[in-house]
């Protein structure tokens, strides 16, 4: 059977940057974690940054252009978190490698795990389009990424593999 990498706040537990969770309901999430198809992580926790932590925005272009160097991430205090950040992507990369994990639903608008929009940098609450660290490069080793908004598609795309 194939596990589904789930970003752990949707599944409650209190891990974002202010410590709250952000716990999604949906109906082929509670059928997947009755299967013991989930596996909950966090990039930025796996990164070693703890909880409560400052809020992250990406300056300079979205998770792709960090991932290049292009751009970097930045705490609401100024720190540079782009290693952090790096870490945390490679190492959910790493487990998806190790489990087989081809499937991910991923808290949108988060500078690590969204999948279609980001934060503009500015800590006003503005959104660009673009994706965060960890979604570009489980994008880019051919891990497909959704958002807790597409919890069909995802499962759509878990049985076409299945169904192989
Ligand atoms: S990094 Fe991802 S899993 Fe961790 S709190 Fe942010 S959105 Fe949730």
């Not at 940054?49 to 979205?62: H, I, K």
């Not at 006003?124 to 960890?134: D, R």
Request: aromatic share 6%.
């Amino acid at each position: 059977m194939h596990k589904v990498l789930v970003s752990s706040c949707l599944v409650g537990e209190p891990v974002r940057y202010d410590g709250s969770a952000a716990i999604s309901r949906h109906p082929v999430l509670d059928r997947w974690l009755q299967e013991e198809r989930i596996i909950p992580f966090c990039p930025e926790i796996a990164a070693g940054m703890g909880t409560p932590r400052p809020a992250v925005e990406l300056l300079g272009g979205d998770g792709k252009a960090v991932l290049e160097a292009r751009a970097w991430a930045m705490g609401h205090s100024g720190a540079d978190v782009t290693g952090a950040f790096i870490a945390g992507a490679r190492a959910t990369v790493a487990l998806c490698q190790q489990m087989g994990i081809r499937v991910a639903v991923l808290k949108e608008g988060s500078p690590s795990c969204g999948g279609t929009y980001i934060h503009d940098g500015s800590f006003s609450g503005a959104i660009i389009p673009g994706q965060g660290v960890t979604a570009t490069a489980l994008r880019e080793r051919g891990v497909s990424v959704f958002s807790e908004d597409q919890w069909e598609q995802a499962e759509a795309r878990l049985s076409e593999l299945e169904d192989r």
